[in-house]
Nanobody, 123 residues
Framework: VQLQASGGGLVQAGGSLRLSCAAS????MGWFRQAPGKEREFVAG?????????YADSSVKGRFTISRDNAKNTVYLQMNSLKPEDTAVYYC????????????????????WGQGTQVTVSS
């Protein structure tokens, strides 16, 4: 499975970006991010059908939306009301099985990873 993330860039605080991840197959998909000097962290996940979504507690809920278009083999992360603390390299990942609860957060649950795309939010 090859994953290709795109859509990152430089945006002012309060702005929006939409990240895309091209992925073949209806895998469970997740977005993670890694800020400078910090560990990679879970952002959002979506089931293969798109019927189940899961978001990291508080930090992005209500501002970020994950979705997918299986006809286009693409998963999206719509990011609104961006803050400087959202600055990070964003990674998409794929898991072969449906995840529940805290398992969404665990990198080991994901079998495939794409290269990252840089998101920089200026204040």
């Amino acid at each position: 499975v090859q994953l290709q993330a795109s859509g990152g860039g430089l945006v002012q605080a309060g702005g929006s970006l939409r990240l895309s991840c091209a992925a073949s197959g209806s895998y469970v998909m997740g977005w993670f991010r890694q800020a400078p000097g910090k560990e990679r962290e879970f952002v959002a996940g979506i089931s293969g059908s798109g019927g189940t979504t899961y978001y990291a507690d508080s930090s992005v809920k209500g501002r970020f939306t994950i979705s997918r278009d299986n006809a286009k083999n693409t998963v999206y992360l719509q990011m609104n009301s961006l803050k400087p603390e959202d600055t990070a390299v964003y990674y998409c990942s794929a898991a072969r099985k449906l995840l529940y609860g805290s398992r969404w957060y665990l990198e080991d649950e994901y079998n495939y990873w794409g290269q990252g795309t840089q998101v920089t939010v200026s204040s």
